[in-house]
């Protein structure tokens, strides 16, 4: 992130393991690829920039999850 003060807003939380990889459309793949979601107890939101959201959005697609556990919502397009 940019600013890491904007992660403090989440840090009380207790039971979730946040990995913050904003800006790098890479890296974010990267890490997708060796994530062991489960078969039948996950849910999936991607946002940000609309290019970056379309094209994370098609892995799992391509991946046949759910997609009543899958969201992805573009935020900003970049002009």
Same mark, same amino acid.
């Given at each position: 992130?940019?600013? /890491?003060?904007?992660? $403090? ?6 039971? !979730? /393991? ?9 890296? =974010? ?8 979601? @489960?078969? $039948? $107890?996950? !849910?999936?939101?991607?946002?940000? %920039?609309? +290019?970056? =959201? +379309?094209?994370?959005?098609? &892995? !799992? %697609?391509? %991946?046949?999850? $759910? @997609?009543? &556990? ?8 970049? +002009?």
């Amino acid at each position: 992130m940019r600013d /890491n003060a904007c992660q $403090d807003y989440l840090a009380h939380l207790d039971g !979730f /393991n946040i990995e913050w990889l904003a800006h790098d459309e890479q890296a =974010v793949d990267a890490r997708l690829a060796q994530m062991q979601i @489960p078969a $039948d $107890d996950y !849910f999936i939101w991607i946002t940000g %920039e609309g +290019k970056v =959201v +379309k094209n994370l959005s098609r &892995r !799992f %697609e391509a %991946e046949q999850y $759910d @997609p009543q &556990r899958v969201r992805a919502a573009a935020y900003w397009h970049a +002009k």
